[in-house]
């Protein structure tokens, strides 16, 4: 199991790889979970869990890409940023869309 310091230097490496003009945040976790039920001095139950993931959020100009994986696996991580700046493109190009200048109908216009 990591540290919690390795959980940052993780995130760290991430924020780094920032482009000129770009922000990027990084949230990485790391958990586990264990459940034991004994009856009568017997386990009857035992189920042990662990999680991690990893979300980035890539800023520039205002506006904003996110993308989440379930694992910490490096060869991810590198698609996890990717995503989120495909993301932070299509929002892009979604602005430059609606930026078109649209004059709205008046009800008073009516002929």
């Not at 200048?101 to 008046?106: G, H, I």
């Amino acid at each position: 199991m990591s540290t919690p310091n390795a959980l940052e230097q993780l995130a760290a490496r991430i924020v780094a790889q920032a482009k000129p003009g770009e922000q990027i945040e990084a949230y990485v976790s790391r958990g586990g979970e264990t459940s034991v039920r004994v009856y009568e001095g017997e386990v009857e139950h035992f189920v042990s869990a662990q999680s991690e993931s990893v979300g980035i959020r890539v800023v520039r100009d205002g506006r904003t890409g996110y993308a989440y994986a379930g694992t910490l696996d490096e060869s991810v991580l590198h698609e996890v940023l990717a995503e989120a700046r495909a993301i932070f493109q299509a929002t892009e190009l979604a602005r430059d869309f609606l930026s078109i200048d649209v004059v709205p109908s008046r009800p008073d216009a009516a002929s």
